[in-house]
């Protein structure tokens, strides 16, 4: 089983709607993140949080909320979708010791 | 701030061929560097880092030299194969750790053709 996991893989939606991306991780690591990948622009972060009651923004994170549930789970929500986040949006997940971050496998989501 | 340049692409080699993609940075103090790659359809798998000046990553015949002096960490390999063929991304991070946001490069497209 993936330890990193993305739901949904893909979304396509509507200007307007309120749309959440949720990652789960089974890695124990205390580190999540929250990127966005755009052809030509390489990955950006969003947001980060180090634990629990930690929540950080990235370079790009106007339009964009987070909430840590729990250690495990992160999740992203775009409260009013518009057509420029179109985009594949990755979770990853490090901790103090792991080598690199370990990335899910994305979700692909087109808002119209 | 931080920042990391990476040759642009596509890159279309053929299989055996000798790979480099060059990467270089700017960056405050003494950042880990890190070669990612992302097969089509996956995410982004950690394929070597260094941590200092000098050290050299290596992993699956790819290797990357951390060079201070010219603030670069070129990714090499000898033979390519077509399994290779993939999205290479550098990139950096400024913290003394592995484990720190990362600041990315655009990447770069590798083709290996049979």
């Known amino acids: ?112 | 701030g931080n920042s990391v340049t990476q040759m642009e692409g596509p890159v279309t080699l053929s299989e055996e061929a000798f790979l480099t993609i060059n990467c270089t940075y700017t960056a405050t103090g003494y950042p880990s560097l890190f070669w990612y790659v992302q097969y089509p359809g996956e995410g982004l798998q950690l394929l070597l880092k260094a941590t200092k000046a000098d050290d050299k990553g290596s992993n699956k015949g790819f290797e990357a030299t951390y060079r201070k002096e010219t603030t670069s960490f070129h990714l090499e390999k000898g033979s390519v194969q077509v399994s290779d063929s993939a999205v290479y991304f550098c990139a950096l991070s400024e913290s003394g750790g592995s484990n720190y946001k990362l600041t990315f490069g655009k990447g770069t497209l590798l083709t290996v053709n049979p």
């Open chain 1, 1 to 112: 089983d993936a330890d990193v996991t993305q739901t949904p893989r893909n979304r396509i939606t509507k200007t307007g709607k309120r749309i959440m991306l949720e990652c789960s991780q089974t890695k124990g690591h205390d580190r999540m993140y929250w990127y966005r990948q755009d052809p030509g622009l390489g990955l950006r972060l969003i947001y980060y949080s180090f634990d629990v009651k930690d929540i950080n923004k990235g370079e790009i994170s106007d339009g964009y909320s987070v909430s840590r549930q729990a250690q495990a789970k992160f999740s992203l929500s775009l409260e009013s979708a518009i057509p420029n986040q179109t985009a594949l949006y990755f979770c990853a997940t490090s901790d103090a010791a792991s080598q690199g971050q370990f990335f899910g496998p994305g979700t692909r989501l087109t808002v119209l």
